[in-house]
Every structure is written in C-alpha cells, then in structure tokens.
C-alpha cells in the first residue's frame, strides 16, 4: 500500500516535471560562498539565489549558497568548489594579482572574474561601554576577536594590525569567533570588543545592541590614512548616526566594498543568466536588504572591481545599455 503510494505520486511528479521543462533541458547547480548568517553576505547570496531560482524553469540554473567569508570563498572559486562567491574588494584585488602571499600563497588568481560590487562594508569596531575602550588605540591590552581564519574581516584585522605596528599579543586575548558567535560573547562578557568588516545593518551589530550596552569605535589615524592613501581598494566610511539603539553619532571608520565574483570554469551562459536574474529585478533585489537600499547598477559594474568582468556579466551589461 505504501510502495503503491509512492510509485503514484513518483509518477505524478514526473508527469509533471515533463510537462513543465522541455526533455533537452539541463540543470545547473550553482553554489555561491557567502558568510556567517547575521552577516550581510549571506543576505547577498540569499537574495540572488532566491531571484535566480524564480527562472530555473526557463533556464535551468539552480542556486544555493553557503557560509564561508572572503578568503574562503575565493580559494573555493579556486578549487572547483564553488561557482561564485562574495567578497571584499581588498581580497578581490590581492587574489588577482597575487600580492598577498600569506593569504594566498598560490599565487596571482588570472582566472577569478568579477562580476558586480555590492554594498560598503566598514571595517566596524563594537566595544563594550564597560569596557574603558573610546578609541581604537585602547584595543592594546583587551580581550579583541579579531575574526575566524577564512573571512575577509580577519585578513583585514592583520593588514591594519601591522599598519598600527600590533600583534596579537598586543592583545590580553585574541579570540578568532566567527562572525555569528561574536555578538554573544561580547554580551556574555568574554570579550571587550570584536572587529568585523561588515555592511549595515547586520543581524551580528543588531543583536549586539540590543542585548548589552555597546560603543561603536571610530577608527581614523595616521595609520589608517596611510592605508587609504596607499590602496584603491580602502575608503573612509561612515556607519550613519541611529543605525543601531543607541549610536546616535555618525561612526567614521574606514572600509571597503563587497564584490560578486567568478571565474573563467563559469560558462557565459550561466553568469549571463544569474546578473540577467539580479538586474531585470533590480528594485526586487534592493527590497531583500536594508543594505542593498542605495545600490546603483552603474556603479555596481565599475566600483571596487580588479579582476576583468566575466564575459557572460559584460554580455548582460552591454545588452542593458549599461556598458
Ligand atoms: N566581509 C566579511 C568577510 O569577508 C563578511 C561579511 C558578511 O558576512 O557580510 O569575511
């Protein structure tokens, strides 16, 4: 009884299946690396999957997307794990040209492509008001999480350690929580402050505030103009007054840009369709995150981009009248 009940209903869906995709038609599956869950890059692939997923029937294309953080995401590229994936704009840069050895050692990446940039992401400092930390320079000596291996906060983290002449033993403990741990333990007291590279608002700077008394740090000095001075990539930043309960100051921090990559293992056919999907539905897209609210097509194809657009991108983009 309950085999004849599958069998019928095995049927009825591929009946349905039939009727629905023509014969030839080939599935897709694409996996996009994102970020921890109360970041902002889990949004961004959330938010293309579920608009690719809309037309997997006309095109074939199927999309998920998992965890993982910039670094992670572009040695997943790399490997053949991954189809696409989000990314600071930093790591885009040293990962093309192959001027970060420690966090690549494999050298410059010629086949990464970029595909469009996203949305800011200040390099955001959350200290707790108990804390005795008001700048950045009060890190010296406080329980920091500087972020988990693998993310393009953590990376960053060490750039600007070594423009402020830090190590981690400058610190009384260095944790390395991933993004979605942090927040708790701050709150939980087990550290004074975390670092992350991160768009706003972010489910991790939410629950932060509203669970203990917070501080956003501004991060501005002579160290960090020499970053910005020296590299395309950086940015003074501003994380706007009310953001979170009680910021009720504008935060000048610095920061960089998130990007959507590939590389040259995509097929054109396949990068056309998913910008295809994020741009014929761009207020749709916008609506998904508070963070996409600003974002412009005709900077999301030039900004913060250092590897060459993939071909199936620039196909879309000139068919659009946007290049
Ligand atoms: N910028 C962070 C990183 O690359 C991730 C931010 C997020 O999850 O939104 O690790």
């Not at 200040?122 to 930390?133: E, H, K, L, M």
């Not at 590279?197 to 008394?213: I, K, L, Q, W």
Request: hydrophobic residues 40%; contains cysteine.
């Amino acid at each position: 009884m309950f085999m004849r009940k599958i069998g019928v209903a095995a049927a009825a869906v591929a009946g349905m299946a039939m009727l629905s995709a023509p014969a030839s038609a080939e599935e897709t599956f694409i996996t996009i690396g994102t970020g921890g869950q109360t970041g902002v890059y889990y949004q961004v692939g959330g938010a293309v999957c579920r608009l690719v997923n809309r037309g997997t029937e006309d095109h074939g294309i199927k999309c998920t997307h998992t965890t993982g953080g910039s670094v992670d995401n572009i040695n997943g590229l790399r490997n053949g794990d991954l189809d696409f994936g989000v990314a600071q704009a930093d790591w885009q840069y040293h990962a093309y040209n192959g001027t970060a050895p420690d966090t690549f050692p494999d050298g410059a990446y010629k086949d990464l492509r970029a595909v469009f940039s996203v949305h800011p992401e200040p390099f955001t400092v959350v200290a707790r008001a108990d804390s005795g930390i008001s700048s950045f320079e009060d890190l010296v000596g406080k329980r920091v999480n500087v972020g988990n291996p693998g993310s393009g906060a953590r990376a960053t983290m060490e750039v600007v350690m070594e423009a402020m002449g830090w190590t981690m033993d400058d610190f009384s403990l260095a944790s390395e929580l991933k993004s979605a741990e942090q927040a708790a333990a701050l709150c939980d007291n087990k550290i004074d402050v975390f670092v992350f590279t991160v768009g706003h608002p972010s489910g991790t700077m939410e629950e932060a505030a509203t669970t203990c008394d917070v501080n956003f740090i501004p991060v501005q000095n002579e160290a960090i103009d020499g970053l910005v001075q020296e590299h395309p990539y950086y940015s003074y930043a501003t994380i706007p007054a009310g953001m979170y309960r009680g910021q009720d100051e504008d935060v000048t921090v610095f920061g960089v840009g998130a990007t959507f990559v590939s590389n040259t293992d995509a097929s054109e056919d396949t990068v056309y369709h998913v910008v295809k999907a994020v741009f014929d539905k761009f207020d749709r897209f916008r609506r998904l995150h508070p963070a996409f609210a600003n974002l412009q097509k005709e900077k999301m194809i030039t900004n913060n981009l250092s590897a060459p657009l993939h071909d199936g991108a620039a196909k879309y983009y000139k068919e659009a009248g946007l290049m």
